[in-house]
């Protein structure tokens, strides 16, 4: 085992962080000056800098990092997980610059994995380019959808179209009217087996029937530098049966597919906003005089500053353990892990932005630090892609068979030299 990472993403990293150091933490006052003069809020990536960005991305070959094969950069989990984390140093601009940003990638991975020829030339294709942008639209606001097998949305075959009624909320992006397409799940068979009631379906922004109705909130902030986060509606909503993605059934499978990888780039980009608030606390707490001397001379701040680094680099060997794993076993393999980094990264990172809050006092909560913001967008990973709680129960119950499918049902403490009773031993 060896911790170095390998030459090819050693040059990734060299070229990524001299682009941030030299272009887009320069850029981050900019951004957000252009945005807010605006005429459509929600339309965040027609700001001029983030097309300058993008040019400058593409021109050192820091484009479309994240996507594996040929259509992408073709680097593995492990090459790019190193690269989100530093794109997380700068989560409004960095990701959209490099064409990196959830849900898009999420949604290319889709296409690329699943799609006919037809759909990857006309969405797969415009998102790669950074032309267009999409959303995925699962969770609605009338069921659990912790649980995907609830979702309820209709999706019925008429002839060569199928016709989607429902609705959807928390849908990321769905705001920016250059999100063209959306990817949605619904309920083709609400007879089959559980896991094969739902379908994916591509729907075109601009199909009849389709109400983008208003912007979710995260705490008082409307993202909508990222695209928002939309409520739909769908009312007799007509596409071509073209339009499903993989077969009648699929839409779970898919679901589980696309988390993956997105779990790893979630994870990496919030170690990266970690970081940042390291940083910040150190340079917060040395310049800071409370009391007669620096904060940074404060034993409880010393130990918040020490208690961060622990924990970050804890969370980032079993993110890149998990990285490792999706490459050497397959997503399948690597499922434990991918549960163990969405439940950890979260609550590690909202432990260190709470820290960093802190030692800011009252201006930590304030526009003029980007800390109280990163704060809500770590809080809401603990909902997206799945609750904390789901990912636990899940995590449980694998570790529990796999004791069980060991034959290994000693009490805890009971002495292992000791050959199993029969009756543990044949437990299934
Ligand atoms: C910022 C943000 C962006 C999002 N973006 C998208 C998007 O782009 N597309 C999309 O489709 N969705 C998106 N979501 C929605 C997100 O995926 C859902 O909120 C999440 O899956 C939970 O579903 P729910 O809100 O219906 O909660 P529910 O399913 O109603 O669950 C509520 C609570 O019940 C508890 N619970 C549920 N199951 C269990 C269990 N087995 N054991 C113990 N407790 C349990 C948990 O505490 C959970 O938080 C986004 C959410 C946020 C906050």
């Not at 939309?230 to 071509?240: C, G, K, N, Y």
Request: charged share 25%; with cysteine; net charge negative.
């Amino acid at each position: 085992m060896h911790f170095a990472f390998d030459p090819r993403t050693e040059l990734l990293r060299e070229n990524l962080l001299d682009l941030m150091w030299s272009h887009i933490h320069p850029a981050e006052p900019v951004f957000a000056q252009q945005l807010g003069a605006l005429d459509d809020r929600w339309a965040w990536d027609s700001v001029p800098v983030l097309g300058e960005l993008r040019a400058e991305s593409r021109r050192r070959g820091l484009w479309n990092l994240f996507l594996p094969g040929e259509e992408g950069a073709g680097l593995t989990n492990l090459q790019y997980a190193p690269l989100a984390e530093i794109t997380g140093r700068s989560p409004e601009l960095a990701p959209a610059a490099l064409n990196c940003a959830a849900p898009d990638t999420g949604n290319m991975e889709v296409l690329s994995m699943f799609g006919t020829e037809a759909q990857r030339k006309e969405w797969l294709e415009p998102l790669l380019a950074g032309e267009i942008r999409s959303a995925f639209a699962m969770t609605e606001p009338d069921v659990a959808s912790s649980d995907a097998t609830n979702i309820a949305t209709s999706i019925v075959r008429d002839g060569d179209e199928y016709v989607i009624n429902g609705r959807k909320w928390w849908i990321t992006g769905a705001m920016n009217p250059n999100a063209q397409v959306f990817i949605v799940m619904g309920r083709t068979d609400p007879e089959a087996d559980r896991h094969r009631r739902q379908s994916m379906i591509l729907v075109p922004r601009d199909t009849p029937g389709l109400e983008i109705r208003r912007a979710m909130e995260v705490f008082g902030y409307d993202d909508h530098d990222h695209g928002g986060h939309a409520e739909l509606v769908f009312d007799d909503v007509r596409v071509p049966a073209a339009n499903l993605i993989g077969r009648e059934g699929d839409g779970f499978a898919i679901a589980q597919a696309r988390l993956g990888p997105g779990r790893v780039h979630h994870c990496m980009r919030a170690i990266g906003v970690a970081e940042r608030a390291i940083e910040m606390m150190c340079a917060r707490a040395e310049q800071r005089v409370a009391f007669g001397r620096p904060l940074a001379r404060q034993g409880v701040i010393r130990d918040w500053i020490a208690e961060s680094r622990v924990r970050i680099e804890q969370l980032r060997l079993l993110v890149l353990k998990t990285a490792w794993l999706m490459d050497t076993v397959g997503n399948k393999g690597a499922h434990a892990e991918i549960q163990a980094i969405k439940i950890a990264t979260p609550r590690t990172v909202q432990w260190i932005l709470d820290k960093a809050i802190q030692i800011h006092g009252a201006g930590g909560l304030s526009q003029d630090f980007p800390l109280a913001r990163a704060y809500a967008g770590i809080r809401s990973l603990r909902f997206a892609d799945g609750p904390d709680e789901v990912h636990k129960n899940a995590l449980a119950r694998a570790e529990l068979s796999r004791r069980a499918a060991a034959g290994d049902c000693r009490p805890a403490g009971a002495d292992p030299s000791q050959p199993l009773p029969t009756t543990a031993r044949s437990h299934p």
